[in-house]
């Protein structure tokens, strides 16, 4: 065999080589790409479910506002309605007719009933609107209950107070959320390998000043 045919030989396998060193080092790397990108979208799951539960939260801590302020108009209108009955039964009129029967004097008093709603028909829408209310307070019962007494037993008695103690909440439910604390957990982690990545270079970039001194006293 001939110098130059060995010589093509030889390039031959370095080129191989080379092309086989590139592949397994493209195969090797997709490993830990691969791992990446699996770490990167579950992460990416992570903050989408967060964000979602924070949305729930806070639509929740709404909805208790609105029940406040339901609660307080309804407790407006029923003091508007005993004003109502109240200048309603001011209003009722009287006719008086005075007549004689034989020696008695008959006097006959007629209340006018139909200025006001004391009369049946109204009696019976009354009585509807009073069973709507029955069954709106049932119902409201069975959610949180929201109401003043309660509120101030908690001692919230400012609307600032509400917002505050429902930001409170909210972050304590967030806290005690599995997503949050995986989250939590993985920063933690990541955390941690980058203080070790510190810690470790600092004491490599110590060692090396200290050998360095070292050969520098040996050699003088």
């Known amino acids: 065999m001939s110098i130059t045919q060995k010589s093509l030989n030889f390039e031959k396998n370095k080129i191989y080589n080379y092309m086989m060193f590139k592949k397994n080092g493209d195969y090797l790397k997709g490993f830990s790409k691969r791992k990446t990108e699996r770490k990167q979208k579950a992460a990416k799951q992570i903050e989408d479910e967060i964000k979602n539960e924070k949305k729930r939260i806070k639509q929740e801590r709404r909805e208790i506002i609105k029940k406040m302020i339901y609660s307080q108009e309804n407790d407006d209108d029923d003091d508007d309605e ?11 009129t009287d006719e008086t007719y005075v007549g004689t029967c034989g020696n008695t004097t008959v006097e006959i008093s007629d209340i006018n ?9 109204l009696n019976k829408m009354a009585s509807e609107n009073i069973k709507e209310k029955e069954e709106k307070k049932e119902n409201k019962d069975e959610d949180e209950d929201v109401s003043k007494e309660r ?15 429902l930001q409170k909440s909210s972050a304590t ?36 000043k200290s050998r360095q001194r070292r050969n520098f006293q040996n050699d003088e």
Not at 83 to 92: A, N, Q, V
Not at 151 to 165: D, M, P, Q, V
């Open 113 to 121: 009933l139909n200025s006001s709603k004391y009369h049946l028909g």
């Open 173 to 208: 439910i967030l806290r005690k959320n599995k997503l949050v604390q995986t989250k939590q957990r993985r920063e933690g982690k990541k955390q941690r390998k980058q203080q070790a990545r510190v810690k470790n270079a600092k004491e490599a970039h110590k060692k090396k």
């Open 151 to 165: 509120l101030a037993s908690l001692g919230i008695c400012t609307e600032k107070l509400l917002y505050r103690s």
């Open 82 to 92: 005993n004003d109502m009955e109240e200048h309603d039964i001011t209003k009722l």
